[in-house]
């Protein structure tokens, strides 16, 4: 029990962190959140019109979109290892008497817990006032979730590795990566209603394993027994790889000579 508690305490600190400006000082990115959902909304509305028919409705694509906005920070997992490490952030991991993997999880759960508290929580209420079916087609939601936020911290260590071994071209590797993930991943454009087939083969690559997966079965255009077991396998071979690379990579710090 003992255990937990170091990292139960992290989160409250880095909850803490998110609100020492006051509630105020979280309505920016509250306010970004529905700038960037209001025109998508408007976008999947205007296919009825235009008699839109393909294999998900526009409902589907209206729920797609809403649910990821709402839970944005756990379909593509952001932690502080993915800032450019310009004034040796991560190397505050290093010297305290916690697992670094520890950390960096519970640390990004308690950076999480405002905005879904203020903003994510009732904009799901209010998702009926909105014409929004909000309710997952399926219970599978729930591993899928686990899976998916799972694998998003995987990533992130993988990339940290990657920074560390190009040091000099950190901020370029993170742009590069924030682009490559949020297509691959399928959270802003369904897999499903991609040309020429693509969905039949892109929704296997590991990326697509992230908030795609599980927003395709909430809005119910995917079957559990096709989307459940190709997570599982990505989250093996990515972690598997991920805690390697990295226990390898630490050594090449520049804080430790390397």
Known sequence: M??????????????????????????????????????????????????YQEEMSVSQLLSYTYV??????????????????????????FLRPMNVFGQVISRTVGEWSPMLVLFSLPMFL?????????????????????LSVSLGFAFEFLFYCVTVRLRNVSWLTYVIRSAVVSFFSGTVIPFRILPFGMDKWIQYQPFGSLGGAFLTLYVGSARAMTVIPVQLFWNVVIWAVAVVWFQKSRERMVSFGG
């Open 2 to 51: 003992r255990m937990f508690t170091k990292y139960w305490i992290t989160v409250r600190i880095s909850l803490r962190g998110k609100t020492n400006g006051g509630i105020w000082y979280l309505f920016p990115d509250v306010i970004m959140r529905i700038v960037y959902l209001v025109p998508l909304m408007f976008i999947w509305k205007s296919l009825t019109a235009g008699g």
């Open 126 to 146: 209010l998702a009926p006032v909105f014409g929004i079916r909000i309710l997952p087609a399926t219970l599978w939601v729930i591993p899928s979730l686990v």
């Open 68 to 93: 990821n906005t709402l839970a944005a920070d756990m379909m593509i997992v952001n932690t502080c290892l993915s800032a450019w490490d310009f004034d040796t952030k991560s190397m505050e991991l």
